[in-house]
């Protein structure tokens, strides 16, 4: 079954500390994924994506992620955190279905909390 | 430009009343999907659309679910006989097609039934 996971509930990280929120992805063919970001009482932001080239993809906000095709992951990452990053995470792929319509399926969320 | 928009923000409603929910999304953007997302959880997909047609209806939870979108635009779902557990904030997303395929978000319908 085509699926994304976020394997943690919640990250804890101190303020100026590089963050990492990992997600990894079951699909079929070349993966398209994404990152989004959810900041309370808002809606979902986009905030990167990786469709081909540099496994690194560089986003909104200084954020970073690295697509891995041997582990099947699309960490997403920050060198240095602020606390206005504590927010909602998800991680989503693109999933193909038939009538050559595509659809994303998201991951169940990380919530992301910078201490400072 | 403008955004995907929703509306009502906010929907108090009775157990049992019907209830609509609108989304405008971002003028010239094919693809329209509904999502619901409980209280500090995950997004629960409903239904996505192509153009005016659904060819994905395979998240709505119960036949109370029903979906439209008419001239390829606006969306709205209804939701009949609404019961406690359908308190959610409901999503509306579009995207341009293509080979993009990122979602842009509204800012999403608050919908508690009480």
């Known amino acids: 079954a085509q699926s994304v996971a976020q394997p943690e509930d919640q990250v804890n990280v101190a303020e100026g500390n590089p963050l990492t929120v990992k997600c990894t992805y079951s699909v079929s063919g070349n993966p398209y994924l994404f990152w989004y970001v959810q900041y309370p009482n808002r809606g979902l932001q986009f905030l990167l994506k990786y469709i081909t080239g540099d496994n690194l993809v560089k986003g909104s906000y200084g954020f970073e992620a690295e697509f891995n095709k041997s582990q099947t992951s699309f960490h997403l990452k920050k060198p240095s955190a602020l606390v206005s990053d504590s927010a909602l995470y998800f991680c989503?792929?693109?999933?193909?279905?038939?009538?050559?319509?595509?659809?994303?399926?998201f991951g169940a969320g990380t919530r992301l909390a910078v201490h400072p | 430009g403008a955004g995907v928009s929703q509306s009502p923000s906010n929907k108090v409603t009775e157990k049992g009343k019907d209830v609509e929910l609108r989304c405008d999304p971002i003028s010239g953007h094919t693809a329209l999907y509904w999502y619901r997302q409980s209280l500090g959880q995950g997004l629960e997909f409903l239904i996505y659309?192509?153009?005016?047609?659904?060819?994905?209806k395979s998240g709505l939870p119960s036949d109370r679910f029903s979906a439209e979108r008419t001239g390829g635009s606006v969306s709205t779902l209804t939701i009949q006989r609404t019961q406690q557990e359908d308190s959610a904030v409901y999503l509306c997303a579009s995207s341009s097609g293509g080979t993009s395929y990122e979602q842009y978000f509204g800012p999403g319908t608050r919908l508690t039934v009480t």
């Open positions: 659309f192509q153009g005016n047609s659904a060819p994905d």
């Open positions: 989503a792929v693109r999933v193909p279905f038939s009538g050559g319509y595509n659809k994303l399926i």
